[in-house]
Every structure is written in structure tokens, then in C-alpha cells.
């Protein structure tokens, strides 16, 4: 029996898709080949590249809008300072919400002024931050969407002149926004989408040109653009996966539908935690609870040897919280099933029956 993959990252993925991936390893497309061992210039491997690109635009709503999706190396992390190299001129705006928005204001900061708009951190980051002002002289506002560590997303994004990035890499594809308000997205694959080692990148193409600096080729969104995703071998594999896992998407019916399942799951799972007595959620305003990432801790730690017990004798992987935050983290991204947090659900329910 498969176990219930609650794994923060890299993440579950549907078992259509692994099964697909894994007959594509040793025979892909009956060319008798590996997916892996062809050449990426191959039209074979031309196709997957150009699919999974135009899946990425066509299931976020952003075709023929002036975007383009590209699928890079070096994960999320390395987005972190391109964002900043293509875009950021003399001043950046970022709101500090947990540890992934502070490694990329590090980065920015190596290419300007960098404003923090407003931060979380005076209550380890439980709540998203919503009464700030961005600087209007701001090349761009930089905020991550969902903090995977903390258990926070955010659900109002700001109406601004001012250009918008968004590290979304822990809920793209998981809810319907206007993603044509964000100027750039970026994405590290293994949250939501396919295996670690590619990073979806979507840009709008006007943005790019216009600092000053010389940009080295592999970091120039503009080189990657005029390459389609082809200047150095891309990623062949993670980026079959996540074609796949892409069209698995569409013919669920896309992001609304998927959307809707998500939403149960997380009501689902935040019920038992707002009525079971031996349960508190992390985050402190309901409104702030990301429906990817749940954490949660026991209000009384001498349980945890038996919940630890209940879950993993359940078949439960991977609901330890990160060493930040402590206590659980279930994180039920998009090829999780009801079914899964209802195995969750019933030993939260155990436990409170056995104790
Ligand atoms: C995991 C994660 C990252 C880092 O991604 P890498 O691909 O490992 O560099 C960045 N931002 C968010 C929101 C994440 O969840």
C-alpha cells in the first residue's frame, strides 16, 4: 500500500503521472529510447518542452498576454537573484514573510536598495502582513504567495502601479487567481508540480531590458526567451514529469476543479483542528491558513510519542513540522486525495478517543 505522502517538498505526485514517467525512462514514445538518453534538439523532446510551456501559460490563463514560460535550473533559490540581476535597477520592495522572502531579499539586496515593506517575523512569521505601503519608486514588489514553513498564504494581493513578483513555488496550480496581475512568477518544480530540478519561470516580456547592468547569458531571462528554455540542456526529465503532471491537471478540468478539492481537504483537516481539544493550528488569523501547508501542534506535548505512533502506523509520510516552527505540517498539494486527510483526520480523532 502506497503511504499518505503529506511531504512538504519534493512532493506527492498523481500515480498516473509516475507511471507514465516510469515507462518513458525505458521506452519513451516507442523510439525504443530513454526519454533520458535522446537528444533535447530531438522533436521528440522539442514537443515535451513546447507542451509543457504552453500548458504552464494555457492552465494559469496567461496565453497570448505578452508571457512566457520558460523552465530553468537551480530551483526557486537561484530566482531569488535573477529576479533581482533582470529587474532591479535601483530600489525593490519585499514583505517578509518567512523564511523563503528573507533568502530572497538577501539576494535582491547584492543589486540595490532594498525597502522591507513589512515583516512577520515578531510572531515567527503566523500571520501575513497587510497594511503596508509600497514605494511607488519601486522597480518591482516582490511577495511569496504561500509560505510552505510557516502554513500562511496569502489571499489579498495588492492593487499597485508598481511591477508584481511572486514566488509561488508551494501553491501555483492549486487556486484560481488573476495571475495577469503579477508581472513575473516563479515556481521551483518539486512543491506542486514534478520532481526537484527545474523551476518554472513566467515573465512578461516587456519587463525585461530595461536595467543598466550586463546580465551573464545563463541568468538573462531575454537569453532564455530567445532559446525557448533551450540555451543549455534543460532538465529533460523533471520537465517531461511535470508536463505530465500538467496535462493531468487539464483533464481534471484545471485549476478550478482542482481548487474545489482543495478547499475540502483543507476544511477537512482545519475542522479537526479548531474542534479536537488536543489540537491548536500555528497560524494566529484564520483568514492566513494556507490550504497546501497546515501546521499544527498538540496541546500537550506528552502525546507525541502516541500521535507520532497512531500516524505512522496509519502508513503517514512526512508530517513532522520544519525545525522553525515545530510540532506538524501537512502539506496536501494537489495529488494528495481527500481520502489521505480523511486517514489523518480519523487518527486525530483516535488519539482523542484514547486519550
Ligand atoms: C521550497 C521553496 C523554495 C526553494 O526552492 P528550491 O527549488 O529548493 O530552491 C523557495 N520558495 C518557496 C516558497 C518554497 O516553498
Not at 525545525?323 to 498539494?333: C, L
Request: aromatic share 10%; charged share 25%; hydrophobic share 40%.
Amino acid at each position: 500500500m502506497k503511504k499518505h505522502n503529506f511531504s512538504a517538498g519534493p512532493c506527492i505526485l498523481p500515480k498516473s503521472v509516475m507511471q507514465k514517467a516510469s515507462e518513458a525512462i525505458l521506452n519513451f514514445n516507442d523510439l525504443n529510447l530513454s526519454l533520458i538518453e535522446i537528444s533535447h534538439r530531438s522533436k521528440d523532446f522539442v514537443d515535451v518542452m513546447e507542451n509543457a510551456r504552453n500548458l504552464s501559460l494555457e492552465l494559469l490563463g496567461l496565453q497570448n498576454k505578452g508571457y512566457k514560460a520558460l523552465f530553468l535550473q537551480g530551483g526557486a533559490s537561484l530566482e531569488f537573484l535573477m529576479v533581482a540581476y533582470n529587474l532591479l535597477e535601483k530600489k525593490a520592495a519585499y514583505l517578509n514573510t518567512g523564511t523563503w522572502a528573507n533568502k530572497a531579499i538577501k539576494e535582491a539586496k547584492m543589486f540595490g536598495d532594498l525597502v522591507e515593506v513589512d515583516s512577520s517575523k515578531d510572531n515567527n512569521y503566523n500571520y501575513i502582513p497587510k497594511n503596508y505601503t509600497i514605494p511607488n519608486d519601486a522597480d518591482y514588489f516582490h511577495l511569496t504567495s504561500n509560505n510552505t514553513i510557516f502554513g500562511t498564504q496569502v489571499n489579498h494581493f495588492p492593487k499597485t502601479d508598481t511591477k508584481l513578483v511572486c514566488d509561488m513555488s508551494s501553491d501555483i496550480f492549486s487556486r484560481q487567481i488573476d495571475f495577469s496581475q503579477f508581472d513575473l512568477i516563479y515556481a521551483g518544480a518539486q512543491k506542486n508540480m514534478g520532481p526537484a530540478g527545474t523551476t518554472l519561470v513566467i515573465v512578461k516580456e516587456e519587463i525585461l531590458g530595461k536595467v543598466s547592468r550586463n546580465i551573464p547569458s545563463m541568468l538573462d531571462y531575454q537569453v532564455h526567451i530567445n532559446k525557448d528554455s533551450m540555451f543549455n540542456t534543460p532538465a529533460v526529465f523533471p520537465i517531461y514529469v511535470s508536463m505530465l503532471t500538467l496535462e493531468w491537471l487539464k483533464d481534471l478540468g484545471g485549476i478550478s476543479e482542482i481548487e474545489k478539492i482543495n478547499t475540502k481537504k483543507a476544511e477537512l483537516l482545519y475542522t479537526e483542528i479548531d474542534t479536537n481539544p488536543l489540537f491548536k493550528g500555528f497560524v494566529a488569523d484564520k483568514e492566513d491558513r494556507s490550504k497546501m501547508n497546515a501546521t499544527f501542534n498538540l496541546t500537550n506535548d506528552n502525546l507525541k510519542d502516541q500521535f507520532d505512533n497512531l500516524w505512522k502506523d496509519a502508513g503517514i509520510n512526512g508530517l513532522n513540522g520544519h525545525r522553525s516552527v515545530g510540532g506538524y505540517r501537512a502539506s496536501m498539494y494537489n495529488a494528495l486525495s481527500l481520502e489521505s486527510v480523511q486517514v489523518l483526520v480519523d487518527v486525530m480523532k483516535e488519539l482523542e478517543r484514547k486519550s
